[in-house]
């Protein structure tokens, strides 16, 4: 592992993120699709990375303010 893949988070998956913030898959995939949520494609797969998913969440703690 070289020192700049070791500060890298793992990507999380749809059912991860979705768990995380307590919502279904569907919900998950309209924010993906509405922009709301930044993803990375992987290949066929759809991934969040942990960072986004943060700041997403710290948008709507903040109600919304950047």
């Known amino acids: 592992m070289t020192p700049n893949t070791a500060a890298l988070e793992p990507l999380l998956s749809v059912d991860e993120a979705a768990h995380v ?3 279904s898959r569907v919900s998950l995939y309209r924010l993906l699709a ?6 990375v494609k992987v290949g066929n797969r759809t ?3 942990p960072y986004s998913l943060r700041e997403y969440i710290r948008r709507q703690t903040n109600g919304g303010a950047a």
Not at 34 to 39: E, F, N, T
């Open 21 to 23: 913030l307590g919502i």
């Open 34 to 39: 509405a922009g709301d949520l930044p993803r």
């Open 47 to 49: 991934m969040v990375t």
